[in-house]
């Protein structure tokens, strides 16, 4: 009988080893990795909020927010919730316009990340444009990005990474800005991100560990959908042969 148990614990610890493998094999499968200019620019399938890093004292996340910080719908949301109401205190006691306005389209803003802080001390919140048809969203002409909407998508990326690196930050984790709840088309919108992170890479050397994209997975996509990594992914390769050529 004893032998029995014995051989049974085995197995158990043989399945538990098993499927931790199998866990981390498909993680790996799910993420992207180039090294640019000593930044490693990385993409993961996941919670943007249970993201962990090498520092949590220089690390920090990007929300995807609204002008007013105040929380809401989509990614904003989630790390609001995660984060606690401290977090929500702080964005309030931020400086704003006459409309409620704290963070300006195209901009960004940093705050601590209160019940976060064991994986990263910091959040960056930044405001994307919006081609989303709905009461108080940031444009409301349709769903074609005009030139000003890539130009403030632009900025949204370039002035985080800035107000990041300016607070002592060099690992940072981007969410896909714009193509939730605001409607940007992600096969463009991914362009411009990756694009916009290149070239930040290329002229400050070494201001970033790691520049990372956590992307969501959508699980009620039908079979020949493809899910944002996977756009992303595609999408990297092109940027990469760009940055190569120039």
């Not at 538990?16 to 490693?40: E, K, Y």
């Not at 989630?78 to 109401?85: E, M």
Request: a neutral charge; glycine letters at 8%.
């Amino acid at each position: 009988m004893s032998q029995l148990k014995t051989n049974f614990k085995g197995l158990l610890t043989l399945l538990i080893l098993l499927n931790i493998f199998i866990n981390n094999l498909h993680a790996a499968q799910q993420s992207s990795s180039v090294n640019f200019n000593g930044t490693n620019i990385t993409l993961v399938d996941g919670d943007i909020t249970k993201q962990k890093f090498n520092n949590p004292a220089s690390a920090a996340i990007v929300n995807a927010a609204n002008v007013t910080l105040l929380g809401g719908g989509g990614i904003s949301g989630v790390i609001h919730r995660a984060a606690g109401p401290g977090l929500n205190e702080e964005c309030a006691k931020l400086k704003a316009d006459d409309q409620g306005v704290r963070c300006p389209i195209g901009h960004a803003r940093i705050t601590g990340s209160h019940n976060l802080k064991e994986h990263f001390a910091h959040i960056v919140h930044t405001v994307g444009p919006s081609l989303a048809d709905y009461p108080g969203s940031a444009f409301r002409n349709g769903t074609v990005p005009s030139a000003e909407h890539k130009i403030l998508l632009e900025n949204a990326y370039e002035n985080s990474l800035k107000v990041a690196h300016k607070a002592g930050v060099n690992e940072i984790a981007f969410p896909s800005i714009s193509t939730g709840i605001f409607a940007y088309p992600i096969e463009q919108a991914s362009k411009i991100a990756l694009t916009q992170i290149f070239k930040y890479v290329k002229h400050n050397p070494g201001a970033f560990k790691e520049i990372r994209f956590v992307l969501f997975h959508d699980r009620n996509k039908d079979e020949d959908e493809l899910q944002d990594i996977t756009i992303y992914k595609n999408v990297l390769k092109q940027v990469i042969h760009e940055m190569e050529i120039q």
